[in-house]
């Protein structure tokens, strides 16, 4: 009996061991801590970024759109990638060989992949429809030969009529896609081995788009049957990292702190609760509370961000954008500061295109090839490619992030509407005026000792000065800041290393 006991017991000790290493993202010693999404990017592309790019500039990991067989959409939308054909890699990004070798590529630059994974689901269509890598399927009658899936391993078709219901939200359809049965063993199976083949690759992690409508405790079969890392530079026996997509709303059928068990969660409510903020819906200060006091996941659970590709599309909202993105530019950029410069949570930067209809793919030629990236003449990308990782704010916050890490948010003042300031401990400082009428003009406690300090966003300490905005700090740690209402870039971000 006791015996018994000591095995279960060891057994207990090793499964959440497992489970706790898939919260580790392995981001490299000096690196920001932040995602970027390469959303719909070739293999080849994402491989170059990485070099030349996200290395340098100190991101922690990028996070790449589904790898695997798709199918094939008339108008070729960006809604292609979630409907998979085949677990084979052949989708619009490129082949195995050419994952391989951008997989490779990132890894020697210091950034992390993670792969986006479908598993709720199979492609949908009427009659035979075809993948990207050139397999044909017949949704109707549930059938992927590639795979293989049948009939068996689907759930019976239902609707999701009541978000509340785990039942029907883990087991009905999600936008009248096929829904695959997790519970069963076999097809458990099929979905390791794809993880797995891409651990062997030297991916480092996943991003489990719709886990709210996977039963838990399914995700958590497959999880526990992954292979070690084989990623370079990674500690041999090192678990896979894990995070969910989870737009829980408190409708009450899945929650994020079922899936927090097992791997970091998205926490949606940041995304609409920073763009009520930045359309006045509620005033800056809502946010002083950021964290578990909102309602959030843990910040050591979080991943934020302020749209993906999906709430990008989002209708408006009483006549203003329901999420804030790059159209309006110069709230984006204040919303973006904020989360970067913000403790709470894992920050995830989105990479998007330019889009007219929701239904819009990335830029491609006639035959439906995804065009490469081209940059002007400020390494700025063009031709459709919206690249805002490659703004000169989010480029500044990496060093910032870097920097304050590990530093609390500490002196936060506000106006009681839509200008804030607060320190990152000693090291940072940010101000920010999302106000469209008003200059904040205010003496500030910067926590930072006395001296003159450069504006990281607008400038550099060059030759004993600033080549932007110069802020000097009075002995007391307080200095003057203004912040006008109409440029572009409303902010102040002052670091103690930046002195002129």
């Known amino acids: 009996m006791h015996s018994l006991l000591f095995c279960w017991l060891i057994q207990l000790v090793l499964s959440l061991s497992t489970l706790l290493a898939q919260f580790n993202p392995y981001f490299e010693d000096g690196s920001s801590g932040a995602i970027v999404q390469l959303f719909e990017r070739t293999f080849e592309d994402i491989e170059t970024e990485c070099a030349l790019y996200l290395g340098p500039k100190g ?46 590529a990132c890894n020697d630059a210091g950034v992390r992949v993670y792969v986006e994974v479908v598993l709720n689901h199979m492609a949908g269509g009427s009659g035979s429809v075809k993948g990207t890598g050139g397999s044909v399927a017949n949704p109707g009658y549930r059938e992927y030969p590639e795979v293989p899936y049948g009939a068996g391993d689907f759930n019976e078709a239902c609707t999701i009529l009541d978000e509340s219901d785990p039942h029907e939200v883990r087991n009905c359809l999600l936008d009248d896609l096929p829904d695959l049965n997790q519970g069963l063993a076999r097809v458990r199976q099929r979905m390791i081995d794809f993880l797995n083949k891409l651990i062997r690759i030297g991916v480092t992690g996943f991003y489990i ?43 009450g059928g899945s929650r994020k702190n079922e899936y927090t068990l097992m791997g970091m969660a998205t926490e949606y409510r940041f995304a609409y609760d920073i763009a009520d903020v930045m359309f006045k819906r509620r005033p800056f200060h809502y946010m002083v509370n950021l964290g578990t006091r909102l309602g959030y996941i843990p ?185 006008g209402s109409t440029v572009e870039e409303p902010f102040v971000v002052l670091l103690a290393s930046e002195k002129a």
């Not at 409508?213 to 992954?226: E, F, S, V």
């Not at 035959?367 to 805002?388: N, P, S, V």
């Not at 936060?412 to 607060?422: L, T």
């Open 59 to 104: 991101f922690g990991a990028v996070q790449v759109s589904p790898v695997n067989e798709v199918r094939v959409m008339p108008n070729r939308s960006w809604r292609e990638r979630y409907e998979p054909i085949s677990y084979k890699i052949a989708g619009r990004s490129g082949d195995e060989s050419q994952l391989r070798s951008m997989v490779r």
């Open 209 to 251: 788009h719709a886990a709210k409508n996977i039963w838990p405790h399914d995700l958590r079969a497959i999880y526990t049957n992954l292979e070690n890392l084989t990623t370079t530079g990674i500690s041999p026996g090192s678990r896979p990292f894990i995070y969910h997509d989870i737009a829980d709303f408190d409708e």
């Open 299 to 483: 910040r050591e659970r979080s991943i934020v961000f302020l749209d993906s590709p999906a709430l990008q599309r989002v209708p408006d909202l009483d006549e203003a954008p329901a999420i804030v993105t790059f159209k309006n530019q110069r709230l984006y950029k204040i919303a973006m500061i904020f989360m970067l410069a913000h403790r709470y949570g894992t920050p995830r930067i989105m990479s998007s295109f330019l889009f007219l209809d929701i239904d819009d793919g990335p830029p491609s030629d006639g035959r439906g090839k995804i065009t490469k990236i081209a940059l002007d003449d400020k390494d700025q990308c063009t031709g459709g490619w919206i690249c805002e990782h490659r703004w000169s704010v989010v480029q500044q916050m990496m060093r910032f992030r870097k920097e304050v890490s590990g530093q609390a948010v500490i002196n936060w003042v506000d106006n009681g509407q839509n200008q804030v300031a607060f320190c990152r401990g000693k090291v940072g400082f940010v101000a920010f005026n999302a106000e469209i009428s008003l200059a904040l003009k205010a003496n500030l406690f910067t926590c930072l000792a006395p001296g003159m300090y450069c504006d990281i966003i607008s400038g550099k300490a060059e030759d004993g000065a600033c080549t932007g905005t110069a802020v000097l700090v009075d002995d007391d740690g307080r200095a003057d800041i203004y912040v």
